[in-house]
């Protein structure tokens, strides 16, 4: 069904660079009409080069995700956690790969996604720049920094482009996995002996900030909300999303019996809201100006992988190519 939507290519593909208002019109009523667009079909530049952006920054995000919790796959505290913590760290890969898949068929290539993330010019999610400390991060990680993402990621499921939204249905089934795991490394670690609960709430502590900021600026200076909510790439904004996190977050710690690092945190009565303090955006745009505590560290492991790998990808070319030429030459003596 998806692939036949493909082929059935808009005469109107690829002019999209000069701007025409009837095309226009007509994308945004479909937009309206939420209909979905699909890779051939006409689109203003503009929401062609949001969505190359939002996706590669997605993609970097999960590829880049995978280091913080690597940290800690050679010390996991039994094998069954190991087993676990490895198949997540996998999944992250698979979304990776998804992504990337979704934002070619917006015509960018994975080889240029990839340049533009080991240059160190794109961006990926500020929460990765941030060290893992304990094993108790891992719980943090799975329960906030999961529980964020699938409350950014579940509207994205309706999001107008066609590759992205039916990616994004995968992904979240496995971030809610992911999640509950986390929660669960959490409960056993909040309920187990005072050093356990200790480790618990220095994880939460450390990642309860940046899990906040991972919803990007308020919206007064969130640059692309507006556009992106009128072209229903994004059904709700950083600050509803963020809302709607803390909302469900603040009686999941009260359960575990721990304390969110936020003296200024309230109900209140009459929105039904908790409200939280003031964010530090100075740390925010630190680490998103690639001074965090790991910038450095995560995007040079990444350099290396790259570098490192080249030989296998070499030999799997090498190898395709041997296997092509065979292939032909039995054609050709047929
Ligand atoms: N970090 O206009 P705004 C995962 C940037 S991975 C860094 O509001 P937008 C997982 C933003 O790019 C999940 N940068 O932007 C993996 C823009 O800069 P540029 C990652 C951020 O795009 C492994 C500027 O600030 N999730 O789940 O409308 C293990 C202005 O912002 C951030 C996604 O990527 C940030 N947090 O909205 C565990 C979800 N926030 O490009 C878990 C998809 C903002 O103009 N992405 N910026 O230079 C989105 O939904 C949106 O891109 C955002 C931002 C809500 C993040």
């Known amino acids: 069904m998806y692939t036949q939507a493909l082929n059935e ?29 699909e890779p051939n079909d006409w689109m203003p530049a503009a929401y ?21 919790e690597g940290n800690w796959l050679t010390r996991s505290p039994s094998l069954k956690r190991k ?19 979704a934002a070619e068929t917006l015509g ?23 060290p893992t400390l304990n094993w108790a991060d ?30 994004m249905v995968r992904v979240c089934k496995e971030e809610s996995f992911h999640q509950r795991q ?19 709430q220095d994880a939460l502590n450390r990642t309860w900030w940046p899990s906040i900021m991972m919803f990007g600026p308020h919206d007064s200076d969130s640059s692309h909300s507006e556009q992106s909510m009128a072209w229903k790439i994004k059904r709700f904004s950083n600050d509803d999303l963020r809302q709607r996190f803390i909302n469900a977050t603040v009686p999941q710690a009260e359960y575990l019996g721990l304390t969110i690092p936020d003296p200024d945190l309230k109900f ?13 955006w100075d740390e925010f745009k630190r680490v998103l100006a690639g001074n965090g505590p790991c ?7 990444r350099q290396k992988a790259v570098a490192e790998g080249e030989w296998v990808r070499d030999a799997a070319a090498a190898h395709a190519a041997k296997v092509a030429a065979r292939a032909a030459n039995k054609e050709e003596a047929a």
């Open 83 to 101: 087993a676990i913590l490895l198949a997540k760290i996998q999944d992250e890969a698979g979304h990776g790969l998804y992504l990337y898949s």
């Open 182 to 200: 986390g929660y669960d490394i959490m409960m056993q670690m909040a309920k187990g002996t005072p050093e356990q609960k200790a480790m618990a």
């Open 138 to 167: 891992m719980g943090a990680i799975g329960w906030l920094v999961d529980g964020a993402a699938i409350m950014n990621q579940i509207p994205l499921c309706r999001c107008s482009y066609g590759p992205y939204a039916r990616a």
């Open 108 to 130: 960018i290539s994975r080889e240029e996604m990839e340049s533009q993330l080991l240059s160190g010019k794109a961006r990926y999610s500020s929460i990765f720049n941030y």
């Open 295 to 301: 910038n450095h560290q995560r995007l040079s492991t």
């Open 268 to 280: 209140n009565e009459e929105t039904g809201n908790w409200e939280s303090g003031p964010i530090d």
């Open 48 to 68: 062609r080069r949001t969505l190359q952006r939002q996706i590669a920054q997605h993609a970097h995000s999960e590829v880049i995700g995978m280091q913080p």
């Open 9 to 37: 290519k808009d005469p109107n593909a690829g002019k999209d660079k000069a701007e025409d208002p009837v095309l226009e019109a007509r994308f945004q009523a479909r937009v309206d009409e939420e209909m979905r667009i």
